[in-house]
């Protein structure tokens, strides 16, 4: 009986010390959030503090890319491949794809999700895509997310009524799902419902009204900055419960954006005015912050150069996790870089993109790197000279020489990459008929969409 007690107190400390060399994971994702938007990161017009303490003390990046639209940036943040090989159309996410739900989920760890959904309106999407517990907007239908929002919890539908506010819901969700899973290892992606548009008061805005319903009352621009207080004092929830539950230590916290900025917000960015540039595939769409903070594992503040894409984050976490990457994947891990290690840094950042919000089957290609920019089409920008992507450089000499012949060969790599039966399937869906039809002469605002 000894010996058996013992036995079975060995493998107890063995599966504590396995699970506690194994990091917790949570990925924070705001939305419609560019990188201008934090104070670290040069911002002037909004308060940011708790993003700015994890930046302070953990891996701020400058050069993250990702899709200048949500479900393109989504696709590819889950499956780690780029949208030229899995993007069927805008809300929806192929459901033979493996996510970093599944490879978590298949490793031992406890999956949530919580947010903003838009991938796919069946019952059982997020449990079919690795997740075991689910608190989401959007999901089957498209209620309110603010004040007085509709949720559904695993696919239950939940109508608020009494003055609740959809983003400190999600966020209760999350709290419990760290605290009920503290003794085991977890994952949580948490892509926030804030701070898309409508642009209405939080609950610390003087003119919150717990009463409102809909989304087309009191929208202002001027209410972006509450919501981006509000974001920010959600993410600071998340660390403090992390504090409280003294699993900080060994929980890789990341937080990103999903796009760039809506069209409609201009902010003030290191002396200037800068415009967002949701929808765009220069830098104003696609460059977003990057906050990483493990306090295991970085013990002060760094700030990293290196170009990072929206297909990078599911080898990472998996690099973290000690789980294997499918071999399909586009992405590379930043792991080293997160340990103050060189790693292996890209050499440029590939985008394929193309909303299919309608019947339109127009695309934009381009590779890039820190400085230059070259397009399928042929044109070619300098961006450290011409960020908003202005001025054609017709006669590439010296390093922009260099620099285009390295960015066309990362091009070529993708010339046939594009399966056919995507586009064939995408036409015969009818998605977005509806839409081609009512836009007529006109073009859709970017900032309408999600």
């Not at 003390?57 to 899709?67: A, I, L």
């Amino acid at each position: 009986m000894k010996s058996l007690l013992g036995l079975l107190s060995t493998l107890a400390l063995v599966h504590s010390s396995f699970a506690a060399g194994r990091p917790n994971v949570i990925l924070i994702m705001a939305d419609d959030f560019g990188y201008e938007c934090v104070t670290a990161n040069g911002g002037e017009s909004y308060q940011t503090p708790n993003l700015d303490k994890l930046a302070a003390s953990g891996v701020r990046f400058e050069n993250c890319h990702v899709q200048p639209l949500c479900t393109p940036t989504r696709v590819q943040l889950m499956t780690g491949r780029y949208n030229v090989r899995n993007y069927l159309n805008f809300g929806t996410l192929l459901r033979t794809e493996t996510t970093f739900g599944h490879l978590m989920k298949n490793a031992g760890y406890a999956t949530g999700i919580c947010g903003k959904w838009q991938l796919g309106a069946e019952l059982d999407s997020p449990q079919h895509f690795g997740f075991d517990e689910a608190c989401l907007w959007q999901q089957t239908r498209r209620p309110p997310r603010y004040a007085n929002p509709g949720l559904e919890y695993n696919g239950v539908e939940k109508d608020f009524t009494h003055g609740e506010y959809g983003p400190t819901l999600v966020n209760d969700f999350a709290l419990t799902f760290i605290t009920a899973n503290k003794e085991k290892a977890f994952f949580l992606y948490y892509p926030m419902i804030l701070t898309h548009n409508p642009f209405q008061p939080t609950p610390d805005s003087p003119d919150w009204d717990p009463t409102l319903s809909g989304e087309n009352k009191l929208q202002s621009p001027k209410h972006f900055a509450d919501m981006t207080a509000y974001m920010d004092k959600m993410v600071g929830r998340v660390v403090a419960k992390l504090d409280e539950l003294h699993i900080r230590d060994n929980t890789l916290l990341i937080v990103l954006g999903d796009n760039g900025t809506n069209t409609g917000i201009t902010s003030r960015f290191k002396g200037a005015d800068y415009k967002g540039g949701k929808g765009s595939t220069t830098a104003n769409g696609t460059h977003v912050p990057l906050i990483v903070n493990w306090p295991a594992m970085m013990k002060q503040g760094r700030v990293c150069a290196d170009l990072v894409s929206s297909t990078d984050f599911l080898p990472t976490i998996c690099a973290a996790a000690g789980v294997k990457v499918p071999e399909n994947v586009d992405g590379v891990s930043f792991l080293p870089q997160l340990k103050g290690e060189a790693g292996t840094p890209r050499e440029w950042l590939y985008t394929w993109y193309s909303p299919r919000q309608s019947q339109d089957m127009t695309v934009r290609e381009c590779a890039f790197d820190q400085r230059f920019k070259l397009y399928r089409s042929g044109k070619f920008y300098d961006l450290s000279t011409d960020p908003g992507e202005k001025q054609d450089l017709t006669d590439a000499a010296g390093d922009a020489a260099a620099a285009k012949t390295k960015l066309q060969a990362a091009l070529d790599r993708f010339k046939d990459a594009r399966p056919v039966t995507l586009d064939e399937k995408f036409m015969a869906s009818g998605k977005g008929k509806d839409k081609a039809e009512k836009k007529g002469k006109g073009k859709k605002k970017q900032g309408k969409a999600e």
